[in-house]
């Protein structure tokens, strides 16, 4: 089964950048999604097609995807992305969603 | 507003059934894609299920030949109908939107507020 590996934790003080990767076989060649989620509440996507903005997203959330790794970018991290980060991908050969393993950030 | 409403969520026991709802408002769930994932306590999402237009449906390997998805036009909801529930199936379960087929890459735009599920005797 396809598998999409994340680091347990990042930690990033405030004002710098976190960058939180996501790893898997060939994943540069599909789309990888990103969702924030804070504790208690439900998910909230922060970048889809690699690299796109949803509506209402900050501009300091970035992302890329090359290779094997997609990346979440926060720049300039603000106490309040203090949340779980999970990247997403659509795996087309066994035709199911994966989410990553999870990365707890924390802006200390 | 566009919104998802999970209902149904409750105490069962091993080798029981339940059946989830999915109340969907400011759009339609025929013209989407409409997820299942679930998370348990502590741990990280698990996707569970899609379905969208002309009854197509992909079920994650843990819960294929147990859950099945489906919606309702007439009501605008989604369903999550599982059977032969195990303790590993508790969890939170949220259903979410994609608005388009999952390899473009658009992800989930909406989710529900989640309706908890425990498996215990």
């Known amino acids: 089964s396809y598998e999409l590996t994340q680091p347990p934790s990042v930690s990033v003080s405030p004002g710098q950048t976190a960058s939180i990767t996501c790893s898997g076989d060939k994943l540069g060649d ?11 509440q439900s998910p909230v996507m922060v970048i889809y097609e ?3 903005r949803p509506p209402g ?19 300039g991290t603000q106490t309040m992305d203090e949340a779980d980060y999970y990247c997403q ?6 035709a199911l969603y994966v989410f990553g393993t999870g990365t707890k950030v924390s802006v200390l | 507003e566009v919104q998802l409403v999970e209902t149904g969520g409750g105490l069962i026991q091993p080798g029981g059934s339940l059946e989830l709802s999915c109340a969907a408002s400011g759009f339609t769930v025929i ?12 741990k990280g999402l698990e996707w569970v ?15 294929k030949g147990r859950f099945t998805i489906s919606r309702d036009n007439s009501k605008n909801t989604l369903y999550l109908q599982m059977k032969r529930l195990r303790d590993e199936d508790t969890a939170v379960y949220y259903c979410a939107r ?11 735009d909406v989710w529900g507020q989640g309706t908890t599920v425990t498996v215990s005797s």
């Open chain 1, 30 to 40: 599909k789309y990888a999604c990103w969702y924030q989620q804070k504790p208690g």
């Open chain 1, 50 to 52: 690699d690299t796109k």
């Open chain 1, 57 to 75: 997203i900050p501009e300091r959330f970035s992302g890329s995807n090359s290779g094997s790794t997609a990346t979440l970018t926060i720049s």
């Open chain 1, 89 to 94: 991908a659509w795996d087309s050969s066994t």
């Open chain 2, 31 to 42: 013209n989407n894609y409409m997820n299942w994932v679930r998370q348990a306590p502590g």
């Open chain 2, 49 to 63: 299920s899609l379905t969208y237009a002309g009854g197509t449906t992909y079920y994650a390997d843990s819960v």
């Open chain 2, 98 to 108: 994609a608005t388009m087929v999952p390899q473009n890459g658009r992800g989930f």
